[in-house]
């Protein structure tokens, strides 16, 4: 069985990213106006922040057999063990991760491992898991 989730994704956070990105150069446009080098940090954020919209936007989850892949943009993690995994949870916690969204969940494997993801369908995607490893204490419940 293959199932691939995408991650759900918070605009409200992408709409920050820009305004962290952009808005400190309005001021010196206003004052400067389009200069050579105000045109280049443009152009360069421009391609920055499109590559943070592209891992934005094709992070995805894959359960394989028994592994969850995760990729996020170009990057790829570490294949996960369904089998090593002890607990599914609701998380809050906003460390960097490869989840798109403040709407994230938080799996535990191994002795000490955790990641944080933010499957759009996360209800769906912890039955998945649930499916493949029924040791898995799944805390989610879809009232949340």
């Known amino acids: 069985m293959?199932?691939?989730?995408y991650s759900k994704v918070s605009y409200g956070l992408l709409i920050f990213v820009f305004i962290?990105?952009?808005g400190p150069l309005v001021p010196i446009l206003i004052a400067d106006g389009f200069t050579?080098?105000?045109?280049l940090t443009i152009l360069f954020l421009i391609i920055i922040f499109g590559?943070?919209?592209?891992?934005?936007?094709k992070t995805i989850y894959t359960i394989e057999e028994n592994k969850l892949k995760i990729k996020c943009g170009f990057f790829s993690y570490k294949s996960i063990e369904i089998n090593d995994m002890r607990e599914i949870a609701k998380s809050t916690n906003i460390i960097s991760s490869p989840a798109?969204?403040?709407?994230?969940?938080?799996?535990?494997?191994g002795k000490f491992d955790e990641v944080i993801i933010s499957p759009k369908n996360k209800f769906e995607f912890a039955k998945d898991l649930v499916k493949i490893n029924s040791k898995i204490v799944n805390t989610l419940n879809e009232v949340s």
Not at 36 to 39: A, E, G, L, S
């Open 100 to 109: 798109a969204s403040f709407d994230r969940i938080e799996i535990k494997y």
């Open 20 to 22: 962290v990105f952009f």
């Open 2 to 5: 293959t199932k691939k989730y």
């Open 36 to 39: 050579i080098n105000m045109i």
């Open 51 to 57: 590559f943070i919209l592209h891992m934005f936007f």
